[in-house]
Each structure stands twice: as structure tokens, then as C-alpha cells.
């Protein structure tokens, strides 16, 4: 977190500064690729530059505090997101999909860590829970874990009210706490 | 690090993790947090920055909307001038708008009717085919008798009407003394006076004097009787030959002289 600097930050930033716009990235850009990998992202980076150049676009009309400011920042990202998936033309229940066969794992890209953390989770069992829910729960669960966001900033973000948005986290976290347990019982059974 | 904060996350749905999932949350937000290697920092951060000169550069666009205003007024002001000027030909226009736009019309070259001539049905009479006027007190023309269409000294009444001869510029159903025209309705003039504004008193016998012609002077231009003396301190020579051919103030003189026979 910037902290007490983020007024003028922001505000260097938005006049051009360079300084101020690399403070911002580095600040926020953990938060916001990991989303996009979480969620599965194609081609992460470039969705990432995507965010960015957008919020360049339009960081002049934003008012308001760092927390605020991420959440605005997420919003761009989740709806990047859809675009991305949209391009290729499938569903984001489809977006762990690859990888997760215990066949599959030698054909991902694992040419960072990021690959490699999110593949080993994948292949633990915690992805692969998270597979099985469906793009709303995947969502408000990735952004209130990965995010850090509020309910109510989530709410803002995928557009919903906050009690739907409580409704959807309460049920993925069930529905992760009872895939957890039985991918624990099978890999206690698959163990030698 | 301690990604999510479970407690908080607890007490937000109101389930107890379990121990695996609390853990495993734990691994997916390390591992997503992860930040991205330096070639695509700088790459990111070059992108940004070229999106903020863009963004930065004003942009000024020149006067599209006022432009369009513009056009927008201008094509509202040729299309009313055309029908205020359409409407002022065919004289479907109060008589003072009518006046105004004669007014100005007249400015420009355009000839158009004023209130009084445009209330005249015979006003559309060419006046190129008509003769000049001939010197006298009636201001007959030779032989214009002949050549007129109109009822025998008897015109501006309603069809049907059957007028005293001579009367002229009445209103539908009114009588007036013969040889007396140009009136208000109601108004009653001196017996052969004409041109007379409501109100006004004429000499008798002085109807429409065109210069030269018998008659004591007065304001009014050859041939424009029957307008106001302001209207008819305007009309042109040639816009008086033209109106004295077709107004009616000039028609019960004709009567009275008795070149034209009335009708009936």
C-alpha cells in the first residue's frame, strides 16, 4: 500500500509522471495478475498490459482512495478478463481446464514461478476445487482471497449486490471445504 | 504471509474453515501474488507510459457541435424565410406581417403584395397588359373597360352579392353610397371619394390623381388608392400603374363616370 502518498501519487500519475505511474504499478500489479492467473487468464501478461493501458485511459476521471482505487483498478481487470475469454471464445468455466488431468501437467508452460506455484496448487487439489465452481463463486472468491477486497468492493466490481455476493462466497467455500476433504481422502487412498 | 484473513472471512459468511482449505487459500493467494519478471515490467511500464502522452495531449476539437449548430440555424432560417416569403406571395399573412414583408422583400428587388392589395381578389390582375392610365377625373383608362373581367364597377363583394354599381371594398352584404369605395365597412364617405383612410375625409371627386391629372394633391401615388398615405408614399410608378389597374378604390370612379356598365 502506498499509504498517505497515494493522493499525490495519483495525482502525478495522472499528469504523466513517470515515477508516480511505475509507484502505482508495482504497487497494485501483484494483486491484479494474480486475478488473472487465478482465474485462469490466457496470455496473463498481456491482459495485465491491457489493465494498465486502460486505467491510463482513464485515471484523470478517478476520484477517491487507495482502497477505492484498487477496487476501480479490479473492475478493469475483471472485465479484461471476460474480453480475453471472449476472444477465444470459450467460458470461463472452462478456464482451469488445462492442466488439471494428471495427464495434462507436462504440457503447461511453467516458465515462471507463478506457473509453477499455481500448477503445483493445481495439481494438490485446491485449483482443481476451485475448478468446480461455477464463474460467480470463482470470482467473488478469487477476489476476496487474491484481491483482499471488501464484500462491498466486490460487489461493485462484478456488479452484484453484497448480499448476493456473501451468498456466493458462502456457498464456494462450502462447496471448497467438501472438495477439500475428499481430494484429501483420495490422495491419503492414492498414496503408495 | 497470512492471505486471506481468515478470521474476518469467517465472520463474513459465517462458516468455520476447515484447517485444509484455510491452508490451501493461503497457497493460491501466494502464489497468484506473485510479480511478474522485470522484461514484462518494463514492457508494461512503457505501455503505460505511451497511453498517458496520448491521454495527456490535449485534444482540442474545433466547433463540431458548434458547427453543426450552425447548420442547424441556417437551414431553419432559409426554410422560414422561403415560407414567410411564400405565404407573403399567395398573401395568407396578417396584414402586418404582410406589410413587413413587403417591406423588406421590396428592399431586395422582390415585389410582393402589401395587406391592402393582398386582401383585393382581383389583385393578380397582370399589370402589363393594361394600358397606362389616361388623364381624366375618373382615371379610366381607354378601353380598359373592355378588357377587365371583373363585375361592372362592382368588385370585392361576395359571390353572389349584388352590389349597388359603383360600390366597391365593402364588406359581404354591405351597402354603400355609390361611387364610394376603399372605406372601412361601415364608413360612409363623401359620395365619389375614395382613398380614404377610416376616418378620413376626402375631397369629393378626388379619387386616385395621378400627377398631371385633375384634382387637388394629395399624398397618395398615382393610381394607390385605398392605402394608407405612409404605404402609398413608397409604391413606385410602376407599382402604382400596376395597382391603380387593379385596385377598386379607382373602380367607382369608372362607375360613376359611367364608362363601364354595371352589371346587371
Known amino acids: 500500500m502506498i499509504g498517505g502518498r497515494f493522493p499525490g501519487v495519483l495525482a502525478d500519475a495522472a499528469r504523466g509522471d513517470a515515477v508516480a505511474i511505475e509507484a502505482l504499478y508495482r504497487d497494485t500489479v501483484p494483486i491484479v495478475r494474480g486475478y488473472l492467473a487465478a482465474q485462469g487468464a490466457p496470455e496473463v501478461d498481456d491482459v495485465v498490459s491491457d489493465v494498465y493501458v486502460s486505467m491510463m ?7 477517491g482512495d487507495e482502497h477505492s482505487f484498487r ?41 515462471d514461478i507463478e506457473s509453477v506455484a499455481l500448477t503445483r496448487l493445481r495439481t494438490s487439489g485446491v485449483m482443481r476445487a476451485i475448478d468446480g465452481l461455477t464463474e460467480d463463486q470463482r470470482a467473488v ?11 462491498r468492493d466486490i460487489a461493485d466490481v462484478v456488479g452484484k449486490p453484497e448480499t448476493a455476493v456473501k451468498a456466493l462466497l458462502r456457498r464456494a467455500l462450502a462447496s471448497l471445504d467438501r472438495a477439500m476433504s475428499i481430494e484429501g481422502g483420495d490422495d491419503e487412498l492414492s498414496e503408495p | 504471509m497470512s492471505y486471506p484473513n481468515h478470521e474476518s472471512l469467517e465472520s463474513e459468511v459465517g462458516l468455520d474453515l476447515s484447517a485444509p482449505l484455510r491452508s490451501g487459500l493461503a497457497d493460491v493467494a501466494d502464489a497468484a501474488r506473485q510479480p511478474p519478471e522485470e522484461t514484462v515490467v518494463a514492457a508494461h511500464l512503457a505501455a503505460m507510459l505511451a497511453a498517458a502522452n496520448e491521454t495527456s495531449e490535449p485534444v482540442v476539437v474545433v466547433g463540431h457541435r458548434s458547427r453543426r449548430r450552425g447548420l442547424v440555424v441556417g437551414i431553419a432560417a432559409v426554410t422560414g424565410i422561403v415560407l414567410l416569403a411564400g405565404l407573403s406571395g399567395a398573401g395568407a399573412l396578417p396584414a402586418p406581417v404582410q406589410d413587413a414583408v413587403a417591406d423588406v422583400l421590396e428592399v431586395v428587388g422582390i415585389d410582393l403584395p402589401s395587406s391592402d392589395a393582398s386582401t383585393d381578389p382581383d389583385s393578380t390582375t397582370t399589370p402589363a397588359s393594361l394600358p397606362p392610365l389616361s388623364p381624366g377625373p375618373a382615371n379610366i383608362a381607354p378601353g380598359e373597360a373592355g378588357a377587365s373581367t371583373r363585375a361592372p364597377g362592382n368588385s370585392g363583394g361576395a359571390p353572389g352579392q349584388v352590389g349597388v354599381p359603383g360600390n366597391s371594398g365593402g364588406a359581404p352584404g354591405q351597402v354603400g353610397a355609390p361611387g364610394n369605395s376603399g372605406g372601412a365597412p361601415g364608413q360612409v364617405g363623401a359620395p365619389g371619394n375614395s382613398a380614404a383612410a ?15 391629372q385633375e384634382g387637388a394633391p394629395t399624398t397618395v401615388a398615382p393610381g394607390a388608392s385605398g392605402r394608407a398615405p405612409v404605404r402609398a408614399e413608397k409604391v413606385s410608378p410602376n407599382q ?14 369608372r362607375a360613376a363616370a359611367g364608362a363601364v356598365p354595371p352589371r346587371g
Open chain 1, 57 to 63: 485511459g482513464s485515471i484523470h476521471r478517478f476520484e
Open chain 1, 71 to 111: 477496487s476501480w483498478l479490479l473492475t478493469i481487470a475483471h472485465r479484461r478478463l471476460t474480453d480475453a475469454f471472449r476472444k477465444l471464445g470459450r467460458r470461463k468455466e472452462d478456464a482451469w481446464s488445462f492442466g488439471v488431468g494428471p495427464g495434462e501437467v507436462d504440457v503447461i508452460d511453467i516458465t
Open chain 1, 141 to 151: 472468491l478469487l477476489l476476496r482471497v487474491v484481491a483482499d477486497l471488501t464484500i
Open chain 2, 198 to 212: 377610416p376616418g378620413q375625409v376626402g375631397k369629393p371627386g378626388n379619387s386616385a390623381a395621378a400627377p398631371g
Open chain 2, 240 to 253: 402604382a400603374a400596376k395597382t391603380s389597374t387593379t385596385s377598386s378604390a379607382a373602380r367607382p370612379a
